[in-house]
C-alpha cells in the first residue's frame, strides 16, 4: 500500500527542538531543501525558482555569506567559491559558449582573467597588486 504525504512545508527536528533540515516552498514556487548545523545554523541550501533555475549553497560554518555557490539560470552555469573574507574564484560557461575564469586577491579585486570564446579565441589578463581598475592592463 502506498502513503503518501502532502504538505507546503516538512521540518526535520533534533531530540532538543532544533531545526536540522526543511524541504519546503519559498514564496509562490521557489521549492527549497535546506540543512542546518546541530546550533541551527543554516549550511547548506538547494533550491529552484519558478523560472526553472536552480542553485546549490554551501554555508561557512559560521552561517556568513555561501561559500560555494553552484547555480544555473537564464545565461549559463555558474560556481563561485568564496573565501570568508572577500577573495573568490569564479568558474562560468554562457549559454552562449564562452566560458572562463576570474580569480580576486584577498581584498575582492578582480587579479586574473582567462576566457574562452565561443569560437576558441582565448584571453589571458592579469592585473598587479598596484592596479585596481581591472581596465585589462597586462592582457595578453
Do not use: N
Not at 549553497?57 to 544555473?72: E, L, N
Amino acid at each position: 500500500m502506498t502513503q503518501i504525504v502532502e504538505a507546503e512545508e516538512f521540518r526535520l527536528l533534533d531530540s532538543d527542538g532544533r531545526l536540522r533540515a526543511r524541504l519546503g516552498l519559498d514564496g509562490s514556487a521557489c521549492v527549497s531543501l535546506s540543512l542546518h548545523t546541530a546550533q541551527g545554523t543554516l549550511q547548506v541550501r538547494l533550491h529552484t525558482d519558478d523560472q526553472g533555475h536552480s542553485a546549490l549553497q554551501i554555508q561557512d560554518t559560521a552561517g556568513g555569506s555561501p561559500r560555494v555557490d553552484i547555480s544555473v539560470d537564464a545565461i549559463g552555469c555558474h560556481v563561485l567559491l568564496a573565501s570568508p573574507a572577500k577573495q573568490q574564484s569564479y568558474l562560468f560557461l554562457k549559454d552562449t559558449g564562452a566560458t572562463g575564469l576570474v580569480l580576486t586577491d584577498a581584498s575582492g579585486v578582480r587579479r586574473a582573467q582567462f576566457m574562452l570564446s565561443p569560437e576558441g579565441r582565448a584571453e589571458v589578463s592579469v592585473w598587479g597588486a598596484a592596479e585596481t581598475t581591472g581596465e585589462g592592463s597586462g592582457s595578453t
